[in-house]
């Protein structure tokens, strides 16, 4: 289990981190949810010990960052992702995943194996200064395949890639969750994160200001655009209003004679409405404004 | 795990354009020295009948009429004094046509034992005359006046000539190594390296090792992400990138070498490393003045010397690009600490020195000039050579490896930061 403990990061006097304690269970997808800049990959350099906090501590499997030796051990279980700009240019795609294989030595899986399940094969062996963005951005997924290491950290994976990459690297992701592997990862394709995420995290000033369970999400809420007539209907009812406009009427609240009258009430008046869970885009509506 | 981290660096060392650009650089020194230098150097004990037949024809003219002056002076009644220049030819001059004799003799048997023998004596009993006696009828060759010092120069090339010419003899004689005009010219391949691998030419090869090291580690920052996170020390990467650089300097040197033998080697032959030389012992009124050696011998101690200066070199520079995050500070500074010795004392020709100067690493870092001896004839005082510069360069070495030691210990310097 990776940990973190009251963990406390300021840069000046602006905190990005402020007592955060998060647990991570191996085997789930959390996602990273904030706009930019609100501490998304400050958590992950926290975890990566690149940045050390002013207060608390990360643990995983009961080792925590105390000296060289600790910070080897724990860097041998966790990978993170690179920056497809910072990849050896004159290297080939497989100089990159060999290396990252042989540095984890975590794996059994052949470096083959994964070129073919990442479809890489025609371009693999040429160097990276020819490869598309596309291209360089499943390198880097590769190469923290290739480390296999029990902790994945990914930081905007999905970014440059078309929707068949997007659901190329879906598919591994969710592979990966079945060998047990804990990936968090930072996103800004909602959607995506949407679909096989556990956990998403909400971050903001300084807090995760919601952990929502993705997979046990039960609530159902009726959706509709806000309106004058809309709000009307709803006026004896408990809503939320979106800064997208997207009205919420959380159903759990709502008896079914009245939840009838209500529907009824919405067809009547030609409002489109829609019965679902909430989703991450709503939630990141709510929270960010 | 770590083997793979090696074979990329080393193949991001081999392919990065300012170290194409090095071993370019040597390549093309190596060249020059192969093709221009070598066969334009002037070799100031020819072996050549020509000048010899010369001095026999001239002297023996000389000695005829200094004969005739002197008997001239015997003859009674006459109140005649013979010159100074007469007496002393007729002293002298018949030893020395009795060995141009046997000198021209053996060359057109091409009896290169006896060349030699003979060709030692001579040096020996014209060096006691010009410098032992003051006999002006004989003199140095000029080309061995290097620092105007005349006398002393000529009589040490002398001795050296003489001593290198004994010790190929002896060579000869235990181990049947061979003798040749090229070999007494020591202008085979293996003889010429060993000649000039010192002074200038080999503080430039440390400097080539200096700038090969600069960005070995600086260069991480261009793939900050990529290596940021591996499971590996920081002393584990140091070690990797200094074997890296070991591995590239050590391949650069090797083909600079065999280009340098393939030019020299067709046209002088090879040579052998069973071949007799000699290092000078810092005693030239001394009886024991050189000391002989294999060429073999001489060759395993100057790579000793050249893996220690080389290694002193590498960790030094990584130190200063650690310390300096700058790979042109760092590559710069370990450039004047490699010349510091030749450029701050050593070109002012000076002769004793305060003994200070021998407990300096640095002093050795021109490694031939210590090795064969130069070193200890430049300072005019015994040591300065292979088991004087150990000690000293050992001890640089244990300063910058306790430094470097502290600087991976040390959680707050990391070996790069996005930033520098």
Known sequence: MLELKDVRLAFGKNVVLDDINLKFKQGEIVGLVAPNGTGKSTLINVILHNLTPQKGFVEYEGTRYQSQKDTIKLHQQICSFPEQSDLFPFMTGRDHLNLYADLWHNSAKPVDQIIADLQMKSYVDRKVQTYSLGMKQRLCFAMVVAADSPVMLLDEVMNGLDPQNVALISQILLKLKEEKKLIIMASHLLSNLQQYADRVLFMGKGHIIEDLDNKKQKKHYLKMQSSPEATKLLSDYHYETLPNNLLLVPLAEITPDKLTQLLANLVKADIQYSVERIDIEDLFNKFYN | ?420
């Open chain 2, 1 to 420: 795990m770590r083997w793979r981290y090696f074979l990329f660096q080393l193949k991001a060392f081999l392919l990065n354009p300012k170290n194409i650009g090095l071993f370019i650089a040597t390549i093309i020194m190596s060249l020059y020295f192969g093709l221009v230098s070598v066969p334009n150097h002037e070799v100031i004990e020819r072996v050549d009948a020509k000048p010899i037949q010369k001095e026999y024809i001239d002297d023996t003219a000389f000695l005829k009429v200094a004969r005739q002056e002197i008997a001239y002076s015997n003859k009674p009644g006459y109140f005649y004094f013979p010159s100074k220049g007469a007496v002393d030819a007729v002293g002298t001059y018949p030893k020395v046509l009795a060995c141009d004799k046997q000198l021209l003799r053996a060359l057109k048997k091409n009896d290169w034992q006896t060349y030699t023998k003979y060709a030692s004596r001579r040096y020996q009993y014209i060096d006691n005359l010009i410098h032992t006696e003051g006999n002006q009828n004989f003199l140095y060759p000029a080309a061995y006046n290097k620092s105007n010092n005349y006398q002393q120069d000529g009589h040490f090339g002398y001795q050296r000539t003489r001593h290198l010419y004994n010790a190929l003899l002896a060579g000869k004689k235990n181990r049947q190594t061979p003798l040749d005009k090229n070999i007494l010219e020591e202008r085979t391949a293996l003889q010429v390296m060993q000649n000039s691998l010192s002074g200038w030419t080999v503080l430039i090869l440390v400097v080539i090792v200096c700038f090969f090291t600069a960005d070995i580690v600086t260069n991480d920052r261009k793939y900050y992400t990529v290596l940021e996170n591996i499971p590996l020390s920081k002393r584990t990467i140091l070690w990797l990138k200094t074997g890296v650089v070991e591995v590239g300097v050590l391949l650069d040197f090797i083909v600079a070498s065999v280009i340098a033998l393939f030019c020299l080697a067709p046209r002088y032959g090879m040579g052998t490393l069973r071949l007799n030389t000699v290092a000078y012992l810092g005693r030239i009124n001394f009886k024991l003045i050189f000391k002989t050696e294999t060429l073999g011998m001489y060759y395993l101690q100057f790579i000793i010397f050249a893996i220690i200066v080389s290694f002193i070199f590498i960790r030094l520079t990584i130190l200063l690009s650690l310390t300096f995050r700058n790979d042109y500070v760092a590559g710069m500074l370990s450039s004047l600490f490699a010349i510091s010795a030749k450029v701050l004392y050593f070109s002012f020709g000076m002769g004793f020195v305060h003994p200070v100067l021998e407990k300096l690493p640095m002093t050795y870092f021109s490694i031939g000039d210590s090795t064969t001896g130069n070193l200890a004839y430049l300072m005019d005082t015994p040591g300065w050579g292979f088991n004087s510069g150990l000690g000293p360069l050992l001890v640089a070495m244990l300063a910058i490896e306790t430094l470097l030691f502290l600087f991976t210990q040390i959680k707050s310097i990391p070996l790069v930061r996005r930033g520098d």
